[in-house]
């Protein structure tokens, strides 16, 4: 007995190994010696797996000594077309199919699931064709009796839909072919419930009851990540609160699974990230508050770099009061800036001999060329600070006279605000982004490329000031890494819009306007 009992332990550990990996076997008729590419579905992409070559009769062997990941898979041909079929528990099957007719000729071995697979892609083709066919003698039909006769040949039909489906969640409910056919399921609306809006907040609230977001099996389909992306695009409102606690709530829901866990915020960062919605950056920082520490899989180097780039963005995101700025203005007239160029030559002569010192670092002259720019800065006449003027709307317009956008984009900003926004209490900050002073030379030429802007332009108005400051750090406060950059700021210097263009700004101020909001 107890020889046995180990005979039957061996038995079981051999068949336990030789059952590791996959083997799916595949004949492709009127196909010899072509290659297949074996993969699977990642919403709308195809990633390859496995690639072999077939026999002159067509055959061909897909192995490998680990398991693939459960999902929706394909077999790519040389024509550039594909079949799908389904990777289950079972990854030791055969396939058969035509090139003539990859539907009906789809035939399965050894898979209960792709034989399922298979007659239901059949059923569904056939009574697809049917629905269409009904639906259009509908639309033409004007006899009532017979309207109401398609009409119930097409319930009937929609019957027969959910009949399949329940025999397949009945009778294989944990296969893969059961989740992904109920994660396809839409959300039904009672029909007690009419009123529109009723019906959008159960459609939203119900959104994921079919579809398991723990379940990693589903990351392998067509509609991950599209079923994630209707979701906050188009269910939840557009303002940063509404979405951060959507972002929550599908994170919550994947936590059952590390891998989906893992897909699904990196999915976030990355849409968040890139997006040019201009609330994004609030999700965006939302993210790393709450989520960068977990993400366990990220090296610390890399949290630490995002945390550091999110300080920047917190102090600048939509919704939020602007940081204030100590500013000097420029002269609004040509002879008093024509005026600012002889101390500038003065103070560049300087500048350049504690520049050429080669006795000393950069950082011991750093402290005697910032004297200088002090010294230079006094013979400017007045400091404005931002929160000691007061205009229903403020633009914020960092710009350099080096930057081939703001060249072509200030005169055209200037013209527009002053034309299209003549009666309304708007004033614009033309902040001058001064170079570094670790090229003195470049700095001080810099300066006069401003002037001579501001003058062939004639950027003058009672809607428009020019500025710089050296020694405010607005680019820490306002994230300022490129130029052109504005900022649209509300009566109560809240940042209303942020990083778009000039025609958007003034086409966000005229919306108000015609509104008539305070």
Same mark, same amino acid.
């Given at each position: 007995?107890?020889?046995?009992?180990?005979?039957?332990?061996?038995?079981?550990?051999?068949?336990?190994?030789?059952?590791?990996?996959?083997?799916?076997?595949?004949?492709?008729?009127?196909?010899?010696?072509? $290659?297949?590419?074996?993969?699977?579905?990642? #919403?709308?992409?195809?990633?390859?797996?496995?690639?072999?070559?077939?026999?002159?009769?067509?055959?061909?062997?897909? #192995?490998?000594? !680990?398991?693939?990941?459960?999902?929706?898979?394909?077999?790519?041909?040389?024509?550039?077309?594909?079949?799908?079929?389904?990777?289950?528990?079972?990854?030791?099957?055969?396939?058969?199919?035509?090139?003539? &007719?990859?539907?009906?000729?789809?035939?399965?071995?050894?898979?209960?699931?792709?034989?399922?697979?298979?007659?239901?892609?059949?059923?569904?083709?056939?009574?697809? *064709?049917?629905?269409?066919?009904? *639906?259009?003698?509908?639309?033409?039909?004007?006899?009532?009796? !017979?309207?109401?006769?398609?009409?119930?040949?097409?319930?009937? @039909?929609?019957?027969?839909?959910?009949?399949? +489906?329940?025999?397949?969640?009945?009778?294989?409910?944990?296969?893969?072919?059961?989740?992904?056919?109920?994660?396809?399921? $839409?959300?039904?609306?009672?029909?007690?419930?009419?009123?529109?809006?009723?019906?959008?907040?159960?459609?939203?609230?119900?959104?994921?009851?079919?579809?398991?977001?723990?379940?990693? %099996?589903?990351?392998?389909?067509?509609?991950?990540?599209?079923?994630? *992306?209707?979701?906050?695009?188009?269910?939840?409102?557009?303002?940063?609160?509404?979405?951060?606690?959507?972002?929550?709530?599908?994170?919550?829901?994947?936590?059952?699974?590390?891998?989906?866990?893992? +897909?699904?915020?990196?999915?976030?960062?990355? !849409?968040?990230?890139?997006?040019?919605?201009?609330?994004?950056?609030?999700?965006?920082?939302?993210?790393?508050?709450?989520?960068?520490?977990?993400?366990?899989?990220?090296?610390?180097?890399?949290?630490?770099? @995002?945390?550091?780039?999110?300080?920047?963005?917190? *102090?600048?995101?939509?919704?939020?009061?602007? !940081?204030?700025?100590?500013?000097?203005?420029?002269?609004?007239?040509?002879?008093?800036?024509?005026?600012?160029?002889?101390?500038?030559?003065?103070?560049?002569?300087?500048?350049?001999?504690?520049?050429?010192?080669?006795? %000393? #670092?950069?950082?011991?002259?750093?402290?005697?060329?910032?004297?200088?720019?002090?010294?230079?800065?006094?013979?400017?006449?007045? &400091?404005?600070?931002?929160?000691?003027?007061?205009?229903?709307?403020? @633009?914020?317009?960092?710009?350099?006279?080096?930057?081939?956008?703001?060249?072509?984009?200030?005169?055209?900003?200037? &013209?527009?605000?002053?034309?299209?926004?003549?009666?309304?209490?708007?004033?614009?900050?033309?902040?001058?982004?001064?170079?570094?002073?670790?090229?003195?030379?470049?700095?001080?030429?810099?300066?006069?490329?401003?002037?001579?802007?501001? $003058?062939?332009?004639?950027?003058?108005?009672?809607?428009?000031?020019?500025?710089?400051?050296?020694?405010?750090?607005?680019?820490?406060?306002?994230?300022?890494?490129?130029?052109?950059?504005?900022?649209?700021?509300?009566? &109560?210097?809240?940042?209303?819009?942020?990083?778009?263009?000039?025609?958007?700004?003034?086409? @966000?101020?005229?919306?108000?306007?015609?509104?008539? $909001?305070?």
């Amino acid at each position: 007995m107890t020889r046995n009992f180990f005979i039957i332990i061996f038995l079981a550990i051999t068949l336990q190994v030789s059952a590791q990996g996959y083997k799916i076997e595949v004949k492709i008729n009127n196909l010899p010696n072509q $290659e297949l590419i074996l993969g699977h579905h990642r #919403s709308d992409r195809l990633v390859p797996d496995d690639t072999v070559v077939t026999n002159a009769q067509g055959y061909a062997v897909f #192995s490998g000594k !680990k398991e693939l990941a459960q999902g929706l898979y394909f077999i790519f041909l040389p024509s550039k077309t594909y079949f799908d079929f389904i990777i289950g528990d079972d990854q030791f099957f055969k396939i058969e199919n035509d090139t003539t &007719d990859f539907i009906n000729n789809f035939k399965s071995k050894g898979s209960v699931e792709n034989e399922l697979f298979g007659k239901y892609q059949i059923f569904m083709t056939e009574q697809s *064709q049917k629905m269409r066919q009904l *639906q259009s003698q509908l639309k033409a039909e004007k006899d009532p009796a !017979k309207k109401a006769e398609i009409e119930n040949q097409i319930k009937s @039909i929609s019957k027969e839909y959910d009949k399949k +489906y329940e025999y397949v969640q009945t009778n294989y409910p944990s296969s893969f072919f059961a989740l992904f056919l109920k994660a396809a399921k $839409e959300v039904s609306i009672p029909d007690e419930i009419t009123d529109n809006y009723k019906k959008y907040l159960y459609y939203k609230n119900h959104y994921f009851d079919n579809f398991d977001l723990s379940d990693a %099996r589903l990351l392998n389909t067509p509609f991950f990540d599209n079923k994630i *992306q209707f979701y906050l695009d188009k269910l939840v409102p557009m303002v940063p609160d509404s979405i951060n606690a959507a972002c929550d709530e599908i994170l919550e829901k994947t936590k059952g699974d590390s891998t989906t866990y893992q +897909y699904v915020l990196v999915y976030m960062f990355n !849409k968040y990230a890139k997006s040019n919605l201009m609330i994004a950056e609030n999700i965006y920082s939302h993210l790393v508050d709450i989520y960068v520490k977990k993400a366990y899989w990220a090296p610390d180097s890399f949290k630490n770099e @995002i945390k550091t780039k999110n300080v920047r963005k917190k *102090q600048c995101l939509i919704g939020n009061k602007a !940081k204030d700025l100590h500013m000097t203005m420029l002269p609004d007239d040509t002879t008093a800036i024509e005026a600012l160029r002889i101390p500038l030559e003065e103070i560049k002569s300087r500048g350049l001999a504690i520049e050429k010192d080669t006795s %000393r #670092s950069f950082d011991d002259k750093l402290p005697d060329l910032s004297g200088l720019v002090s010294e230079y800065m006094a013979y400017f006449p007045n &400091d404005i600070q931002l929160y000691s003027t007061n205009h229903k709307y403020t @633009i914020l317009w960092f710009m350099s006279p080096t930057c081939s956008h703001c060249i072509h984009d200030t005169p055209l900003f200037f &013209d527009q605000l002053n034309k299209e926004l003549k009666d309304v209490d708007v004033v614009v900050w033309s902040i001058f982004l001064e170079s570094s002073l670790d090229n003195w030379w470049k700095f001080c030429h810099e300066i006069n490329e401003w002037y001579d802007f501001v $003058e062939k332009h004639n950027l003058h108005s009672d809607k428009w000031i020019n500025l710089w400051n050296p020694f405010d750090n607005y680019r820490f406060k306002y994230d300022i890494s490129a130029s052109p950059v504005l900022y649209l700021l509300d009566k &109560d210097k809240k940042i209303v819009a942020k990083k778009i263009g000039y025609e958007q700004a003034i086409e @966000i101020i005229k919306e108000i306007e015609s509104k008539g $909001e305070e």
